[in-house]
């Protein structure tokens, strides 16, 4: 997952929710509206946490990634409890990390996790969802099915939150985030609200009601902070919601959350390196025949050229045993994605060094400049 990235990206961790982020964005844009633009080099990355009640305390519950760019905006949910190295080389989880050793240490762990520089971080807490709510007004949101809410211990809060389109409160938005919905995944009710809160702090700002100013622990200016706010509020800037595939993989008798690597990579490359910043036409692929199927590679540069890709060259691979369709990288990894979205099958994304002396072998062929290196293999149908 390396490589350099082509979006400014933002980190943080959110008890419970995107919209705490957002809800800090706003504060931090209406307390200083004239920072309108990004840094110079058009690059960084912050870690975003906020703290909120755990079972050992006070921590970060959850932890995502806001990524923006001229053309849209991506936002990618990391697992607080997602597995990392710490600076002895011990798996943590990532929360307590933070916690433990330091927010810049949980950044840098977190920038070996998806293989992204992650420079500074802010910190602030759930409840400043609630005030922000009520200085911008309620929160409208179009629920699709009931949602059972917990309640506190008290007795008191909302104990449902009926289907249809509601007025809330940020006490009842993160009651409706935190509840369980038959028609409803937890990453479906973050973004409803999440869009929910931009829409009220939009509203609110256009009526002249800016919200009060909160005191951030933060190692980022202001200016960046703001540049984030007026990114995620353009309202000719789409919105991605995404989450970071995991899987718990159990160790010694441990069980632990882990990164799904392959997933993970593209993921990354597509969303926070900013897949839709390229398009097929700035893509070249040299396509070979790997199958020995008659007019496979023909077939597949015809295909390719159809939907954009620029293909310089076609011939035969080094043999014609190749059971699986192989996707050589050559220049940027989000590249390689685009072409295996594009293909009618399924294919392997590899490096050179990963390939070896198969590569080897077809890299004479292979003109100066190529992307990518499509290996046709058994079972890849272009049509006739």
Known sequence: MRGSPVRKTIFYGAAGAILCAVALLVWVFAATPEHTRW?????????WVIEGKTPDGV????????????????????????????????????GDLGAGDGWPACCASLGVLLGIPVDGFVIATSNDVVSLCADVGPVE???PAVVTCRGSSAGDGPTVIDRGKQSLSGDEVLAY????????????REERALRGILAAAQRAAAAGQLPRQIHLRSSAGDSQLAAVWNALARK????????????????????????????ADKLVASTVRA????????????????????????????????RGFRVPRVGNADSFTYTT??????????????????????????????FGAGYESLRPM???GTDLVLVVGDGMEFGS
């Open 325 to 354: 369709t192989v996707i050589i990288r050559l220049t940027d990894e989000a590249k390689a994605w685009i072409l295996r979205d594009a293909l009618p099958g399924a294919a392997k994304v590899v490096t050179p060094a990963e």
């Open 366 to 368: 292979v003109p100066l």
């Open 177 to 188: 985030v935190g509840g369980t919905s038959g028609k409803e995944t937890l990453i479906q």
């Open 39 to 47: 840094s110079a080099d058009g690059f960084g990355t912050l870690l």
């Open 236 to 263: 000719d800037a789409p919105l991605t919601v995404k989450e970071l595939p995991t899987t718990v993989v159990v160790r010694d008798g441990v069980a632990r959350r882990a990164a799904m690597v392959v997933e």
């Open 59 to 94: 921590g970060a519950t959850s932890m995502g990634i806001v990524s923006l760019s001229s053309t849209g905006n991506a936002v990618v949910f990391v697992p607080s409890d997602v597995s990392v190295k710490d600076r002895d080389g011990r798996l943590v989880q990532l």
């Open 141 to 143: 949101i179009d629920v």
């Open 275 to 306: 897949k839709d910043l390229l398009t097929s036409d700035d893509i070249s692929v040299a396509v070979f025949n790997g199958s020995g199927a008659r007019l496979a590679a023909t077939r597949a540069a015809q295909y390719l050229q159809a």
